[in-house]
């Protein structure tokens, strides 16, 4: 196991239509976090897991923002119906416990055009 | 929203030189951590100082936190050109991690 895997790294969609993310997490981490950056900013909490109960999910995060994480292993983010603002860096995050350091996946860059 | 607030938000240095990132934040914390990220890359974990503790030291790296001022520093000694990335304070207040702005830092050769 090497780390936290992300996939796709680039996604570029049209306006409206719905991407799905995968992150795999490191296999022995019970929490999983997923994040979205923009240029020059810093990383926005979007939502976290334990295991696989969804346990915050932000205010960022509208209707059209769903995650998953079944069995407790890997997540999957969807945005439906996409829009211009939705483009960002979009990064996975897993950790032990929740004292502990995150390792972080090497992202998703959505660009919506 | 973001509870952290790094200052500077750019610095450059020369190879050689310490450099100095200061982090202030606003609730109570279980633990603050220091991460670096390279353009376009993932965040990658420097350190991690728990609210009990008032110095912590790893390599090069030394931070330190003041919890009666709710800032923390991040002082990167004897600075490389490989050290030249962002750098990002994250509270911990409970469940998850909440990032600053970041400081850009440039260390020429």
């Known amino acids: 196991d090497t780390g936290v895997s992300q996939n796709p790294r680039h996604k570029i969609t049209k306006r409206g239509q719905n991407v799905t993310f995968r992150c795999d997490p490191i296999?022995?981490?019970?929490?999983l976090y997923w994040y979205r950056q923009t240029l020059g900013q810093g990383p926005e909490f979007l939502t976290y897991?334990?295991?696989?109960?969804?346990?915050?999910k932000s205010r960022l995060l509208s209707d059209r923002f769903s995650a998953e994480r079944p069995k407790g292993s890997f997540s999957t983010l969807e945005i439906q119906r996409t829009e211009q603002g939705d483009s960002a860096m979009y990064l996975c995050a897993s950790s032990p416990s929740n004292t502990d350091g995150y390792t972080f996946g090497s992202g998703t860059r959505l660009t919506v055009v | 929203s973001q509870q952290g607030e790094e200052d500077p938000q750019a610095l450059s240095i020369q190879e050689g030189e310490n450099a100095t990132m200061n982090c202030s934040y606003k609730?109570?914390?279980?633990?603050l951590q220091w991460y670096r990220q390279n353009s376009g890359r993932g965040l990658v974990h420097l350190i991690l100082?728990?609210?009990?503790?008032r110095e912590k030291h790893s390599g090069r790296l030394r931070v330190t936190l003041d919890t009666s001022k709710k800032s923390s520093s991040l002082l990167i000694t004897a600075s490389r050109a490989a050290d030249t990335a962002s750098y990002f304070c994250a509270t911990d207040a409970g469940g998850k991690l909440i990032f600053g702005q970041g400081t850009e830092l440039s260390v020429k050769p």
């Open positions: 609730t109570s914390i279980n633990n």
């Open positions: 100082i728990r609210s009990n503790e």
């Open positions: 296999s022995e981490h019970n929490r």
């Open positions: 897991f334990q295991n696989e109960a969804q346990l915050e």
